[in-house]
């Protein structure tokens, strides 16, 4: 299937395409598999953040000023529940002044609509750059109603991070969302009749979890 969104970024570094082949791998333990996560979204952190505003500032090294330039802006982090939080601490690694929010969403799995459940972000979050977090995007449900929460709360610098994009799930933001960059470390075949990401790397909250 093709994809029609032009605001998707694949994230292709070797050390990502690397440490993906391991969090593919079904016989990858959780402890392991969570670390493997929390690793490419750090380095994934570096991509989706080149763009973020800086200000000049002026520092005294033991030898001189110099010219620097520093971020002065707000990040809100915003896994959606439960599986997202498994990518946070990578990014955080990098952004310790990140603030996080949350989203519960669960997918129904008869009519895999999304249904909310939990939403909580600061009150000034209109204010800051958000990334929305997902290890997986698969039929783009969830997501899709994620950003709609978000909006709906005044927030509007938003960019989608996940590590495993299906076709019918970008699709679905360029309808719903066009607006919204989305970075992946792959896009993957198609989804099955259960709208799982072919060939994906399977449930990410229970792997992340130890709940298979």
């Known amino acids: 299937m093709q994809t ?3 605001n998707l970024h694949i994230v292709s ?3 990502i395409k690397d440490k993906l082949a391991s969090i593919r791998d079904k016989f990858t333990p959780s402890p392991k598999f969570k670390s493997l996560v929390n690793e490419v979204a750090m380095l994934m952190a570096y991509e989706i953040t080149k763009d973020i505003p800086l200000i000049e500032k002026k520092v005294e090294t033991p030898v001189g000023i110099a010219e620097c330039e520093v971020y002065n802006h707000q990040m809100l982090l ?3 529940l439960r599986a ?3 990518m946070v601490d990578g990014i955080l ?3 310790p002044s990140a603030k996080v929010g949350h989203i519960g969403i669960y997918r129904d799995e008869k ?3 999304p249904n909310t459940y ?3 972000i600061p009150k000034d979050a209109n204010n800051m750059d958000v990334i929305l977090i997902d290890p997986m995007l698969a039929t783009g449900g969830s997501v899709s109603a994620a950003l709609d929460k978000l909006q709906a709360s005044g927030c509007s610098n938003i960019k989608l991070l996940c590590l495993v994009a299906a076709p019918e799930g970008v699709n679905r933001l360029y309808e719903t969302h066009p607006e919204i ?3 992946t470390a792959v896009l993957d075949e198609k989804l099955n009749e259960k709208g799982y990401i072919v060939p994906g790397l399977g449930d990410a909250g229970d792997r992340l979890f130890g709940t298979i």
């Open 4 to 6: 029609k969104h032009n």
């Open 13 to 15: 570094h070797p050390l």
């Open 78 to 80: 915003v896994p959606i």
């Open 84 to 86: 997202g939080i498994g």
């Open 93 to 95: 690694n990098l952004v």
């Open 111 to 113: 009519t895999l609509e």
């Open 118 to 120: 939990y939403f909580k």
């Open 181 to 183: 960059p989305i970075y």
